[in-house]
Structures are given as structure tokens and as C-alpha cells.
């Protein structure tokens, strides 16, 4: 008898083997999505990585190398969302930054977090972003609340995440998280269930909205009154490492680099000015000081809301879009995007060492995988290999004779009520009242586009909706993207390599949102307890991510999932 009990005693004390043996789900699932990180900058950009940040994951991970978002519209919340969901676009419903929702009442546009949200050229009360919500007000830290048109909350969100089907399947106990800079990715990347936090420039802060929480928790208030954002006024951006570790240590000073006043081109002059300056937030976001802000916001909420600590299985999204930032404003083919990922990787290498103290990392499971690719920016590709790529020029449609001729027929200013890439809308009630036909107009415009150089195709709704496409990559990407609600008239894609000029003169040297190989092609890495150290070259798509996760955690699929599980991670 003696014996026995010291038999179960053993076992008892063995349970962090049988954990091993994936007798039980994690405590704890962190999925990190890096907004922009193209599968190939890991390696390109890995000379004197720790091993403790990427290289952790791809030694002890299983490591994905040939993963891609299927969907055509490569934009942030898309790709977050997608990730979250097993869902394609078309069924998760947030199938842009922007767009027209048939189904809603025109909420007011709003000025705020206006960066990065594709190319807008028509901005009217219409438009809708992805995640507004005039019922949900922001909820500032003294307890005010914001107006309703700065809202946000999953409405438009038409499935659920794998972090609501843990909180489905576990209950309250089962403490759902999620944080980035922007609104749109934390909330994509969490779902309805638990809190998304983001960061509020106002504030300087991160925040929530009252579709998530009424007020705020004590480590909020205190992470908040350390002031760790106004801390890096007057110091600057370095090199992190010396110069003959980075592959474009002589290429700093590229003349298709977005020259920000204040802000500059080359190192030396990338200096956070005084708080008080109107783009210090900016500078903020530029540089490595958003990744460093929302790891900081994530280790003190895995602290204050104890994530990890008991046997029911916790889920924290942490989005990092420095890298995007970063991306946009000097390309992904700079000095700046090589020193960031640097710098990522040892903030991961932080990060990571953080969770083994704080949970164990023999009990969680570890998620990383990117939103979207980035677009090389088309002088450095001409300058580079010779290319002849441009920035396509949509003011072109409107200028052209036979347009001119259709408005002057008509007597309208603009049968397009909105392009916002990648939709084009129809002015149908405009067109009507002057008399014209808006399928005509529709027509007009497509043929315009099409003679056009550097546009490839264009994708009329009627003919995406009846399935009427090329049977190739391209048709199936424009299909996964398309819900007959809040799609345009017109899907109109570039040649490889070309992206829409902004008007906006703030708008950045570099985009993404194409259909294209650089724009789809994402790292995705698993690591966790029985999770072998393995390289597969396999090609699988994103919508595979949420199935394996909800398999590992032993929940239902979330529910628009048409992913399948990936065997290398679960088998
Ligand atoms: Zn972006």
C-alpha cells in the first residue's frame, strides 16, 4: 500500500512530462502576427540575430517556410483576421480597411487613425472602416468616453475567433487578450470575446472600446502613468549592431525613401523631438518604439490579469507593426526595415525569455506568423534589376476623353462614388437621377482602366458573384475576397510590382495589398510542448493557422473555418 502511494505521489509530480505528452491543452496560446513581414526578410535580414528570438522559433519550432495568405486584398485586417478565424475574407466579412456595407446606415467619417488604411481617393460620409462602430465609443483612461464616430468593435466581424471559441468551450475562466498599435489588427486578431487593446495617440496610451470593457484594470492605470511613450524624446534611432552586420549599411540614403519633416532619411537624423511636437506619436510609430511600447502593454497584462497561471487555457494576439511602419515610410529594402528586424528580434528574444519566467514555455503554445508582405518599392526595383515598374495614376480614369464625354452627357461630376482600394463603387443613385445607365458607366470605366498600362485585370462584381472567373490563383484570391455586401462594382489588379500613387502627399514610398507573391507570402511558426523542431516546405495557406491552434487547444472550429490542420504540428 505503501508503495502504491508513492507510486501516484510520482506520478502526480510527473506532471509537467505528461503535459509534455499533450495530455492536456496549453495554459497559455500567444499568437503573434508581425504586420508586414514578408517570409524572405527572416533570413535576409538575420545576420547577427540572437538565439533566443527567431532563431528559437525556427530551431525549436516547426517552421513553415512555404505559407501564403489566399485572398487578393493583402491589407492588415484582412490578414489578421484571417489568422484568427481559418476564414477567408469573404466569409469573415472584413475584406479591406475600408469599405461600403449595403447593410449599415452611413456612420460619419472620422480623422483619426488614419494611417496605412490603403489608398482612399474619395472620402465621403460613406465610407466605413472595418471595425467602426459609432455604439462603442473609446473608453479614456479618466472614465470619458469618445465621440461615438471614433467607435470601434467587432460588428462587422461575421464569424468567430479561436479566441472566442476558448472562451466558447472554457467559459470566463478561459481570459482572452489581445493588443496592437492599431485598432483594426487587435481587434480583428481577438474577436468579441475578452479585450482587444490599442494604441491611442491622443491618450498615449493603450485603450479599449465599451463593446469590451466599462473601465479599466489597475495595471492599465499604472502602465499608462509610467509615461513610457513620452520617454523617448530627445534620443534617437541607432544601429543596433556595428555596420558590418547589415546588408544595406551603404544604402541608407535612398532617394524613393519617404522624407518625413523632422524625421529624415538617414540615422542621424532619426531623432524623437520633444513630446509637444505634432509628430511625435508619428516618429513613434516609425521606428521601433511601437514594437517596444505594445511588448511592454503585453508583459504587464500577462502580470495584471495573471495569463497562464491556472490550467485553463488562456489566449493572448499580440500584432507588432513596426515593420509595417517601418515598410511603408522607407521601404522594405532599406537600412531602417534591416535595423527594425534586428531589433524585433531581440525584443522577441526579451519577450520570449519573459514568458519561459512568467508561464513556462512548456506550457504554451507559440504563435507567429505576418498579416500581409510588402511591395518593393518601383525605383528601387528599376534601379536594382532594370525593371520598368510605375505607380499607376488613377487621376488617368477620370481624365480620360471618353469619361469627360460621359459626365459631360450626363451632367455628373463623378460616376464613381468611391474608390478605396481595391473597390471601386458605382455612383448607381447619382447616375440614376441624371438619367444614366449605371451598367454603362460601369462598362466605361473598366475599358478605361484596361487600356491602361500597368493595370492586369479587371473583375466586374457581377461576374466574381456568378463565379465567372479565370480558374488561376488570381480568380480563386479575388473569389476568397468577395461579399456581394460590401464589395464594389469593380475589382480592378495591377501588373506585378506596380501600386496605386496616393494623392496624399504623407502617404508612404512602399505598399502591399496586391494578389502577388510578395504580398502573400508570410513566415508561420508553431512551437510549443510536442511540437517537433522541423522545416517543411509543404505549401500551406493561412485560413490552415485557426483549425490547428483550435485542435491543439481542443475547442470547436471557429466557426467560418475552411482551413485544414496542419499534421506536422498535431501529429
Ligand atoms: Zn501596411
Not at 404 to 417: C, E, H, T, V
Not at 536 to 543: A, L
Amino acid at each position: 500500500m505503501r508503495f502504491l502511494l508513492l507510486f501516484i505521489g510520482l506520478l502526480v509530480a510527473s506532471t509537467p512530462l505528461l503535459a509534455q505528452g499533450r495530455a492536456l491543452p496549453p495554459k497559455l496560446i500567444v499568437q503573434i502576427t508581425v504586420d508586414q513581414l514578408r517570409a524572405d526578410l527572416i533570413e535576409r535580414f538575420s545576420t547577427g540575430f540572437s538565439e533566443g528570438g527567431f532563431r528559437l522559433l525556427m530551431t525549436q519550432g516547426t517552421w513553415f517556410r512555404n505559407a501564403e495568405h489566399r485572398h487578393a486584398n493583402t491589407e492588415t485586417v484582412v490578414g489578421h483576421t484571417t489568422l484568427s478565424t481559418g476564414a477567408d475574407p469573404a466569409v469573415h466579412g472584413l475584406i479591406g480597411n475600408n469599405y461600403l456595407d449595403t447593410h449599415l446606415p452611413p456612420p460619419a467619417p472620422t480623422k483619426s487613425d488614419t494611417e496605412d488604411k490603403g489608398i482612399v481617393l474619395d472620402v465621403s460620409d460613406a465610407l466605413h472602416f472595418a471595425t467602426q462602430d459609432p455604439h462603442s465609443p473609446l473608453v479614456f483612461p479618466d472614465g470619458s468616453h469618445s465621440s461615438p464616430k471614433d467607435g470601434r468593435s467587432p460588428r462587422d466581424l461575421l464569424v468567430t475567433t479561436i479566441g472566442d471559441e476558448i472562451r466558447l468551450s472554457r467559459g470566463e475562466a478561459a481570459k482572452i487578450f489581445g493588443v496592437s498599435m492599431k485598432d483594426r489588427a487587435a481587434i480583428g486578431a481577438t474577436g468579441h470575446a475578452g479585450t482587444a487593446y490599442w494604441y491611442n495617440t491622443d491618450a498615449s496610451t493603450f485603450l479599449s472600446s465599451l463593446f469590451y470593457l466599462a473601465d479599466y484594470p489597475q495595471w492599465v492605470h499604472d502602465w499608462t502613468m509610467q509615461e513610457l511613450p513620452a520617454r523617448y524624446a530627445g534620443s534617437g534611432w541607432e544601429l543596433l549592431y556595428p555596420e558590418a552586420n547589415y546588408a544595406f549599411a551603404d544604402y541608407d540614403d535612398q532617394p524613393w525613401e519617404k522624407d518625413y519633416p523632422g524625421w529624415g532619411i538617414v540615422f542621424a537624423d532619426h531623432l524623437y523631438p520633444d513630446t509637444s511636437n505634432a509628430y511625435y506619436q508619428a516618429f513613434l510609430e516609425t521606428s521601433p518604439a511601437a514594437d517596444e511600447l505594445t511588448l511592454s502593454f503585453a508583459k504587464a497584462m500577462i502580470a495584471g490579469e495573471q495569463l497562464g497561471e491556472d490550467e485553463v487555457t488562456d489566449y493572448l494576439a499580440i500584432s507588432l507593426n513596426s515593420v509595417d511602419y517601418i515598410g511603408h515610410t522607407f521601404g522594405p529594402s532599406s537600412l531602417e526595415a534591416e535595423d527594425n528586424l534586428k531589433r524585433l528580434d531581440a525584443q522577441l528574444a526579451d519577450f520570449f525569455a519573459h514568458l519561459d519566467e512568467a508561464v513556462g514555455l512548456g506550457n504554451i503554445l507559440l504563435v507567429l506568423s505576418a498579416d500581409h508582405g510588402a511591395t518593393e518599392v518601383p525605383d528601387y526595383m528599376n534601379a536594382r534589376i532594370g525593371t520598368n515598374l510605375q505607380l499607376f495614376d488613377y487621376d488617368q480614369v477620370e481624365q480620360a476623353p471618353a469619361v469627360q464625354k460621359f459626365k459631360a452627357l450626363y451632367g455628373i461630376s463623378d460616376p464613381i462614388s468611391h474608390y478605396t482600394s481595391p473597390w471601386i463603387y458605382i455612383d448607381h443613385a447619382l447616375l440614376q437621377s441624371a438619367g444614366a445607365d449605371p451598367a454603362k458607366a460601369k462598362a466605361l470605366i473598366a475599358t478605361t482602366l484596361r487600356s491602361l498600362p500597368g493595370l492586369a485585370w479587371v473583375f466586374e462584381k457581377e461576374r466574381i458573384a456568378l463565379g465567372n472567373l479565370p480558374d488561376t490563383h488570381l480568380g480563386g484570391a479575388v473569389t476568397a475576397n468577395f461579399l456581394p455586401s460590401r464589395s464594389g462594382d469593380l475589382y480592378p489588379i495591377l501588373s506585378p510590382g506596380w501600386f496605386m500613387k496616393d494623392p496624399d502627399p504623407l502617404a508612404g514610398a512602399s505598399q502591399h495589398g496586391s494578389p502577388y507573391a510578395y504580398d502573400r507570402h508570410v513566415p508561420v511558426f508553431f512551437m510549443g510542448p510536442n511540437i517537433p523542431p522541423q522545416t517543411v516546405h509543404r505549401k500551406i495557406q493561412t485560413v490552415d493557422v485557426a483549425p490547428t491552434i483550435a485542435a491543439y487547444a481542443r475547442t470547436r472550429l471557429p466557426s467560418g473555418t475552411t482551413g485544414r490542420m496542419l499534421p506536422e504540428v498535431l501529429d
